[in-house]
C-alpha cells in the first residue's frame, strides 16, 4: 500500500522556522520525484517546491524562494520542508506528492499556521 505521511505542522509565530517530514512507503522512493504543495484557506492548491528523484536539482516558488529548502533521504525514505522566516501567508495545509510519469501519489496534508 502506498502511503505518504506529512507530519510537523503546528502553530508558529511570523519570522519563525518549522520543518516538515513525509515519510514515504510501498513504492520505489528513488523512481519518484516529489514536491510539496500548499492550499491556504478558501484558495486553490499552490505548488510550493520539488526535488528530483536523485535529491538534485531543487525549485522554489518566487513566494518561498530563499525561506524554504526541500531535501530528501534515501535511506529514510522521507523528504522535508524547512520553513525559516515564514510569514502568515504561509498559513494552509501542506501536501506532499510524489510521482513519476505513471504514478501520481498524495499524502493527506499538514496543517501550518502562522500567527502571532
Known amino acids: 500500500e502506498v502511503q505518504l505521511v506529512e507530519s510537523g505542522g503546528g502553530l508558529v509565530q511570523p519570522g519563525g522556522s518549522l520543518k516538515l517530514s513525509c515519510a514515504a512507503s510501498?513504492?520505489?522512493?528513488?523512481?519518484?520525484?516529489m514536491s510539496w504543495v500548499r492550499q491556504a484557506p478558501g484558495k486553490g492548491l499552490e505548488w510550493v517546491a520539488s526535488?528530483?528523484?536523485?535529491?538534485?536539482?531543487?525549485t522554489y516558488a518566487d513566494s518561498v524562494q530563499g525561506r524554504f529548502t526541500i531535501s530528501r533521504d534515501t535511506a529514510k525514505n522521507t523528504m522535508y520542508l524547512q520553513m525559516n522566516n515564514v510569514k502568515p501567508e504561509d498559513t494552509g495545509v501542506y501536501y506532499c506528492?510524489?510521482?513519476?510519469?505513471?504514478?501520481?501519489?498524495w499524502g493527506q496534508g499538514t496543517q501550518v499556521t502562522v500567527s502571532s
Open positions: 506528492t510524489a510521482y513519476n510519469r505513471r504514478n501520481d501519489y
Open positions: 510501498g513504492f520505489t522512493f528513488t523512481s519518484f520525484a
Open positions: 526535488i528530483n528523484s536523485a535529491g538534485s536539482r531543487p
